[in-house]
């Protein structure tokens, strides 16, 4: 059974960082591809990045590149997002998503998601 | 910038069939774009109903079918039901990495 199990929302202050991550189980992590998604309150979904299944590759929304970085550690099962310079508009609940096998860019898993709440 | 096209809202009777539509600000979407359907509930963590234009994911009813339909992706319902209110998003991959969603259909059964 998929797993993917989200930690280390919060409260933070804007131009703080804070790390999520995302312990996967059910599945052979370093088959597939990994993305971040996340919705503002009472927003649509909004794409952030994606790493590809061997970490070789890593992509992001313009609205974070330069300030998000994807990452995962394929021998802990763990994906991570460290968000740096935290801004208002990031405010929102971050899903960790598993892509499709041998498909790295189509999102078909979603965990439950992680809050983040940038506020002073 | 690449803008993803969706209907805002949509109502269905139950027992109908709608049709919602993820469409490009310019363009056509064709399976090249691996089209993606998501359903989502309140306070829910979205789900996976469509993917790369007209697979269904595991346990989804055959209900739920997607196509290309003109120059556009489409996620037929049929035979709708009460539980099928929800908020329904289309994502679409761009190429170079990058996924772009859609805004959301919220899908009304009365």
């Known amino acids: 059974q998929v797993q993917l199990v989200g930690s280390g929302g919060g409260v933070v202050q804007p131009g703080r960082s804070v790390r999520l991550s995302c312990a996967a189980s059910g599945f052979t992590f370093n088959n597939y591809g990994m993305h971040w998604v996340r919705q503002a309150p009472g927003k649509g979904l909004e794409w952030v990045a994606v790493?590809?299944?061997?970490?070789?590759?890593?992509y992001y929304a313009d609205s974070v590149k330069g300030r998000f970085t994807i990452s995962r550690d394929n021998s802990k099962n763990t994906l991570h997002l460290q968000m740096n310079t935290l801004r208002a508009e990031d405010t929102a609940v971050y899903y960790c998503?598993?892509?499709?096998?041998?498909?790295?860019?189509?999102?078909?898993?979603w965990g439950q998601g992680i809050l983040v709440t940038v506020s002073s | 910038q690449t803008v993803v096209t969706q209907e805002p809202s949509f109502s269905v009777s139950p027992g109908g069939t709608v049709t919602l539509t993820c469409g490009l600000s310019s363009g056509s979407v064709s399976t090249n774009y691996y089209p993606t359907w998501y359903q989502q509930s309140p306070g829910q963590a979205p789900r996976t109903l469509i993917y790369?234009?007209?697979t269904r994911s595991s346990g989804v009813p055959d209900r739920f079918s997607g196509s290309i339909l003109g120059n556009k992706a489409a996620l037929t319902i049929t035979g709708a039901q009460a539980d099928d209110e929800s908020d329904y998003y289309c994502?679409?991959?761009?190429?170079?990495?990058?996924?772009?969603f859609g805004g959301g259909t919220k899908l009304t059964v009365l």
């Open positions: 998503v598993r892509a499709l096998r041998y498909f790295d860019w189509v999102l078909e898993y």
């Open positions: 790493i590809w299944y061997d970490g070789s590759n890593a």
């Open positions: 994502v679409l991959y761009v190429g170079n990495g990058i996924s772009v």
């Open positions: 790369s234009t007209n």
